[in-house]
């Protein structure tokens, strides 16, 4: 236990630098996987075959490609047809679009379930299509679908750790680093699961929170 203290005193500003850039990612990746999403999910249940036919097709192949390889084609593929961006820009943009499509299924399956009696209702009083889904049906939906956004948030959290692939100097990188320098593999590993469990727990007991206030609803 004292070397594993020891350890911990010597490896922990350095991960603490990754942790700055695993949240980064994180946060960077979960704004672009919500904006796309929704935008995937308002085609899906627009009523316009071809925007929804386009979508179910983006979506579809989104989920078909690994989340590596996404990475991998961002990173070293895309400067080969003239579209550079830095390791951070490419892990942001390969995370986010990847999620996006699962945040799309999850905000469709929450529109959907809006009682379809409210959406005639709001058609019935000249409400527009767009004015419909602002005021009546999104407010409704969001609240169907924090509990699975919660874990997609973790899932995104822990998949961050796949930007290391591209240098991305994040957590699991940073400990993979100092576990090759020093050989310390279960002290350097060990802070890093911990480390990981730590930024996890928090989302996890905000998830439990939204889901015990769903089935209370």
């Not at 990612?25 to 919500?34: M, P």
């Not at 009696?117 to 409400?127: F, L, N, P, V, Y």
């Not at 692939?165 to 060990?190: M, R, W, Y």
């Amino acid at each position: 236990m004292e070397k594993f203290a020891r350890d911990a005193a010597e490896f922990l500003p350095i991960l603490l630098n990754g942790v700055a850039l695993t949240i980064i990612v994180t946060l960077g990746s979960l704004l672009l996987s919500t904006l796309l999403g929704l935008v995937w999910a308002m085609m899906r249940v627009s009523g316009v075959a071809a925007l929804s036919w386009l979508s179910a097709a983006l979506i579809n192949l989104i989920r078909g490609i690994p989340i590596i390889v996404l990475l991998f084609y961002l990173y070293f593929v895309m400067p080969d047809l003239g579209v550079s961006m830095t390791a951070l820009q490419a892990a942001i943009i390969g995370l986010g679009v990847a999620y996006s499509a699962y945040q799309a299924e999850n905000f469709r399956a929450g529109i959907e379930a809006i009682d379809k009696g409210q959406i005639e209702a709001a058609h019935s009083i000249g409400m527009g299509w767009w004015l419909t889904m602002r005021r009546v049906i999104l407010p409704q939906a969001v609240r169907i679908v924090l509990p699975p956004y919660g874990n997609i948030m973790i899932m995104m959290l822990k998949d961050s750790s796949q930007a290391s692939t591209i240098t991305v100097a994040e957590l699991a990188l940073q400990g993979k680093l100092i576990a090759s320098s020093t050989f310390k593999n279960t002290s350097v590993f060990t802070l890093v699961a911990l480390m990981y469990l730590t930024m996890s727990i928090p989302l996890i007991l905000l998830v439990r929170h939204f889901e015990k206030r769903a089935s209370r609803r």
